[in-house]
């Protein structure tokens, strides 16, 4: 029961002490809000990227086109090679005519692009390859068409390799980026907190030291300005959600109106209910490290 009695002063202490410097506090918290925010849209453009990545590996499949002069008997050839690999889980043949018929359900409204190409068919038969789940990532992908290339009579192969490999180069960027860039603005917070509580220990100065000369206990004195860092980075961590929600909004705003074929494919979400935990966590731990940081100086100090 005293414990509790003790966390509530804490609390109150600390709500008191941020209410008579309201103007300091403000920009304190709208300055963390800022940090966090950064930190955040950067993680939530690296979580939709890796969605991105894993719907890719979750409907992989290698399309390998076959040669003009291939006969009947050497496509069923074809077909048992590729089968012998071990990653392989299907295979299935399309025919440059079912080719065609396919592009021209994909082009439907615009039919006119077909113009021209009513007497020769300029699609080629192929394979579409599917691979078997542990197989249906980058580098294996990419181990399979090199197999695949060893097999004559095909010519060409097609798995989204440019962009995957575009993606996969961003998404390590914007990793390696984000290492860096969180360990600066984390630092930047506790340095904001940490100078806050500064102002507030230097203003009520005269009363912490007659609280020691009484014989309070340093838990006692540290308590409130511990659950003020705490308090401050939450809401710190609070408003960033909510800037970070509402550029998220306007995104998909923007992105609706220009492209709504690139709004479909693209498929965005917003953090997860436990990423926002992590961060509201992640705010008060800083609070809580910038408060302590400066009580440690202080009380060695006075």
Known sequence: MARFHLFTYFIREAIVNMTRSKVPNAIAIGMI??????????????????????????????????????????????????REISAVENVRFVSSEEALEDFKTRLVGH??????????????????IRLKTKYQNFASVQ???????QIPHLEDFQY???????????????????????????????????????????????????????????????????????????????????????????????????SSSLFMFLSLSFLSWSVMIGMLILGSFLGWCGSLFTLHKFLRTY
């Open 33 to 82: 809000a800022v940090s966090l925010s950064i930190f955040g849209i950067f993680l939530l453009i690296y979580i939709n990227l890796n969605a991105v990545a894993r719907r890719w590996s979750d409907s992989v499949q290698v399309i390998a086109y076959l040669d003009e002069s291939i006969t009947e008997d050497q496509r069923i050839e074809l077909d048992a090679r590729i």
């Open 160 to 258: 989204g390799q440019t962009w995957l490999e575009n993606l996969t180069i961003v998404i390590n960027l914007l990793k390696f980026i984000g290492v860096f860039l969180g360990i600066f603005l984390f630092l930047t917070i506790i340095f904001i907190i940490s100078n806050t509580i500064k102002l507030t220990l230097y203003s009520r100065e005269e009363e912490l030291n007659i609280m020691k000369f009484v014989g309070a206990t340093e838990t006692f004195i540290k308590g409130p300005f511990l659950a003020e860092g705490i308090m401050r980075g939450f809401l710190g961590a609070t408003g960033s959600l909510v800037i970070i929600y509402l550029i998220y909004q306007l995104f998909l705003t923007v992105l609706h109106y220009s």
């Open 143 to 149: 181990t399979v068409v090199d197999m695949l290339a």
């Open 111 to 128: 039919e006119e692009l077909l113009d021209g190409v009513a007497d020769a068919n300029p699609l080629p038969a192929s394979f579409e």
